[in-house]
DNA sequence: CTACCGTTGTACAACGTTGCAAACATCGTT
DNA sequence: AACGATGTTTGCAACGTTGTACAACGGTAG
């Protein structure tokens, strides 16, 4: 069925290992040779085989990027951008779907999927440092979002803290006093608790007071857990005058929310959000938000990813912040 | 490093066949042995290498995804769909994305990505029938969206001329005389031609006159696209009461149009858009749209090109038109 | 003319797995 | 005691590729 490196070498006449050497530019083929092969193969239409390259190699050139769900925005944007970033390095990225659950992101991260990848970019929810940890060890690992405490695997994530500081202080800074915050919950990841360590930082810089009647509890990060979380805060806190979102999702959950509350954004209530999702240039109002340099994010990942696979050796675990910049839109006044 | 069945069998004490029979779950295998192997088997962590389980049978357990971008919502929600479909039949997809670029397409439909893949779902945008029919004779591989005209491969496609011959009925059932439709263009896809057939048809139905002047063009169906053809639209026919938009990012986009133009939605202008995204619910005001049923489009992509792959055998191509249905929301007056 | 060298091509083994067919063990039957 | 019948285990070969080692070749220097 499939032409084998065995076929073109019958029909180039040469041995099967000749042809080898010429589809990996083995230095030293003949002209003469190395052109009548190419053009066998090429009439041929010969492919090498993956599985058996890497089975001799032990390589397959394949890389696993593990995320939640694809459907995020956020999530979509960003494998965009991994896929992208993998292809200049002629990498290929089998893209898994965790659903968030524990189980199977130890099975996507052991990268394992039956050693069929090199290894593995993952955004891991539910995976404790102990499964990290572990999976890391023997296989290469790259995480994406905040460190997790005393985790020797390499990270790529921005600045929450920092970034969420800056947020808050944007709404503070145009006037605003009775900041909510939604994002929240008994569940929070560690994404949620720095991104409130950030807000808490911003309010107290200026002075304003602690209060967890301003806190939006969502389980999920989606627009439904967005939408959810505004109600109750205005039915509590009808006097709010600015919220921050720990995604975009909230957010325009939110915004809608605002809405149907016959608030008006961003004169009754500014918001922001937080990932930059192409959507926020087209809510209404358009949605401030921070945005992380994804395409940064993307190439850090891949990087460390790589180095990784080449050097099996022992290795510093390393953190890479790429930048990010708080995009000023209509929902905080533009 | 990877334990492989040579050393499970050492550590179990029987031969590497029998560790192979375990794990297959080959019948006849004493109860004794075969609690024995699974022991060392889970105690060892051993994992079968897929690359040569693969070689050895001509099967990867891999599918491939083709999609011009993964970032757009529709692509990303039915990846998601995809994604668990296959995974109940226990395959894994390898998501690619294309660009939309005919180069790209052709590498990924012949699912070569080097023999990798056993089958793979396309969602072309360049290809034309020649490149699909050339390489669906050669590997297992299912359409997604029209079918090209005369060619024999599967194909999973809602009817494009009939939901959009629904959704401009409904803008004419609610009163509007004036409607305009949004993604044609000269380099308009097979997608887009039914689309527009389906609108025609709608106008013609109910006497109203075709209008050349009505027409938006876009050459991507993306928000910026959508937002350009409609200002475009406002300024030379501002009697539009009425927008039919070949898909939700594009509607998004002239939503956003209209809003800055100064139009009530839906009072001044109705808006329908095609896709049915989560986003639609979220937007200001709700977006009306054709909602195919996603989860019915993966299910028989995945369950045609299983068939494929198991019967390799001549098959006649067939047509599955998973069913959609119009979702009514504020924005034609929900 | 021989010895040596560098260049080019080849043979063989191995990666980890499974299909096939044969070997082995156990048991009941003749 | 020999013989199938039945159930269980095993050895061998092969999938397509590449690394290693070596053979064949032509040319050059002694």
Chains 1, 2 share one sequence.
Request: with cysteine.
């Amino acid at each position: 069925m499939a032409v084998s490196l065995k076929d073109v070498a019958q029909a180039a006449g040469v041995s099967i290992k000749t042809v080898s050497n010429v589809v990996n530019d083995y230095p030293f083929v003949s002209d003469e040779t190395r052109s009548r092969v190419q053009s066998v193969i090429s009439q041929m239409g010969y492919r090498p085989n993956l599985s058996a390259r890497r089975l001799r190699k032990g390589r397959s050139g394949l890389i696993a990027l593990s995320l939640p769900e694809i459907a995020a925005p956020y999530f979509a944007e960003l494998a965009d951008q991994v896929v992208a970033a993998a292809e200049k390095r002629g990498l290929t990225v089998l893209i898994d779907k965790t659903g968030g659950q524990r189980g199977h992101e130890q099975i996507a991260a052991s990268g394992i999927r039956d050693n069929l990848v090199d290894g593995t970019i993952a955004s891991p929810l539910a995976m404790t440092a102990r499964d990290v940890e572990t999976l890391g060890r023997t296989h290469p690992l790259v995480l994406l979002g905040e460190r997790l405490a005393h985790v020797a695997v390499d990270h790529v994530a921005i600045d929450s803290v920092g970034a969420a500081r800056a947020a808050t202080k944007h709404l503070i800074d145009i006037g605003r006093r009775v900041i909510a915050v939604i994002g929240t919950g008994d569940q929070i990841s560690k994404t949620g608790r720095l991104r409130l360590h950030g807000y808490e930082e911003a309010l107290a810089d200026a002075g304003l007071p602690q209060d967890p009647s301003l806190h939006g509890d969502a389980v999920w990060f989606h627009r439904p857990d967005g939408y959810a979380a505004m109600r109750r805060l205005l039915i509590h806190r009808p006097d709010i005058d600015g919220v921050f979102c720990f995604n975009d999702l909230l957010a325009i959950g939110a915004l809608r929310a605002l809405r149907e509350g016959g608030r008006r954004v961003p004169e009754d209530v500014a918001i922001v959000g937080f990932d930059d999702v192409e959507e926020c240039l087209y809510t209404s109002p358009p949605l401030t938000s921070v945005s992380p340099d994804k395409r940064a994010v993307a190439e850090s990942a891949v990087e460390l990813l790589v180095q990784r696979m080449e050097d099996t050796g022992p290795m510093q675990p390393r953190e890479v912040f790429p930048p990010y910049r708080l995009v000023i839109r209509e929902s905080t006044g533009g």
